[in-house]
């Protein structure tokens, strides 16, 4: 963990943002959170930006630790764990930089850990109309939250969704094995989570399309990102499950 951000914290819920080449979008992302919920502790994880993304979030007034080099959305939410496990959060609650999550959820995802380790803020869940998505893709994710479903005994609706929260247990557990490859940072820390013992459930929360950029959508991309799913899954249920301290 990098020693260049310390201090000790002002409140008990720590904002994570981690952010790869996102200049165009977080200071909105920033100037969002410090509107709608000042009183909380908000900390940018930059991935090894390669564009001005540092220099926009110390702009907005954010702390920011930089990571030497791009270790994926993971890596990146590993070190604010371990931010958060040092100085005593407890709750952490993860801000992708790209402006799709609303802000406003941020109390409804803290307020839920009241009788859960981990919260899911899912797309579709009845609340806001974000596209669910076709073919490939679509398959996956309902193959995935089929089967995470079931292995949480609750209904899992959008087990690739970013926004969540997690709680004392959960701090701890993640800032030693949340994982960093492709889908681990969604799919295989609910497994992680519900195999160690934790209780994940989810709340209904709308998105917004990405402030900036644009992602791809194509049939090949759809295909791959099937493929992957799956080995993601299959991976994260075959691993020695993990143990809280």
Same mark, same amino acid.
């Given at each position: 963990?990098?020693?260049?951000?310390?201090g000790?914290?002002?409140?008990?819920? #720590?904002?994570?943002?981690?952010?790869?080449? +996102? +200049?165009?979008?977080i200071?909105?992302?920033?100037?969002?959170? @410090? !509107?709608?919920?000042? !009183?909380?502790?908000?900390?940018?994880?930059?991935?090894?930006?390669?564009?001005?993304?540092?220099?926009? =979030?110390? !702009?907005?007034?954010a702390?920011?630790?930089?990571?030497?080099?791009?270790?994926?959305?993971?890596? =990146?939410?590993?070190?604010?764990?371990?931010y958060?496990?040092?100085?005593?959060?407890?709750a952490?609650? /993860?801000?992708?930089?790209?402006? /799709?999550?609303?802000? =406003?959820?941020?109390?409804?995802?803290?307020?839920? #850990?009241?009788? %859960?380790?981990?919260?899911?803020?899912?797309r579709?869940?009845?609340?806001?109309?974000?596209?669910?998505?076709?073919?490939?893709r679509?398959?996956?994710m309902?193959?995935?939250?089929?089967?995470?479903?079931?292995?949480?005994?609750? &209904?899992?609706?959008?087990?690739?969704?970013?926004?969540?929260? %997690?709680?004392?247990?959960?701090? =701890?557990?993640?800032? +030693?094995?949340?994982? %960093? +490859?492709?889908?681990?940072?969604?799919?295989?820390?609910?497994?992680?989570?519900?195999?160690?013992?934790?209780?994940?459930? /989810?709340?209904?929360?709308a998105?917004?399309? &990405?402030? @900036?950029?644009q992602?791809? /959508?194509?049939p090949? &991309?759809?295909?791959?990102?099937?493929?992957? !799913?799956?080995?993601?899954?299959?991976?994260?249920?075959? &691993?020695?499950?993990?143990?809280?301290?």
């Open positions: 963990m990098p020693d260049d951000v310390t000790p914290p002002r409140a008990r819920t #720590l904002v994570v943002v981690p952010a790869l080449n +996102e +200049e165009a979008s200071g909105g992302v920033l100037t969002e959170l @410090a !509107a709608c919920h000042p !009183a909380v502790d908000v900390l940018v994880v930059d991935d090894g930006s390669s564009d001005g993304t540092v220099r926009a =979030a110390q !702009a907005a007034g702390p920011v630790v930089q990571l030497p080099f791009n270790l994926g959305v993971g890596g =990146a939410m590993r070190a604010g764990y371990r958060a496990l040092r100085y005593g959060y407890r952490v609650v /993860q801000v992708d930089g790209d402006g /799709q999550h609303d802000a =406003a959820y941020i109390e409804r995802l803290v307020a839920a #850990l009241a009788d %859960a380790d981990v919260v899911v803020g899912a579709f869940a009845g609340e806001g109309a974000y596209p669910a998505g076709r073919g490939p679509r398959w996956a309902v193959m995935l939250s089929l089967v995470l479903s079931r292995l949480a005994g609750t &209904r899992l609706t959008d087990t690739t969704s970013g926004f969540r929260a %997690a709680g004392p247990r959960a701090i =701890a557990l993640f800032a +030693e094995h949340y994982p %960093a +490859e492709y889908l681990g940072d969604t799919v295989e820390t609910l497994v992680i989570a519900i195999r160690s013992g934790c209780t994940v459930r /989810q709340i209904p929360v998105m917004r399309p &990405r402030a @900036a950029g992602a791809s /959508q194509s090949v &991309r759809a295909a791959i990102y099937l493929f992957r !799913a799956v080995v993601a899954l299959g991976m994260a249920l075959v &691993r020695p499950q993990k143990g809280l301290a």
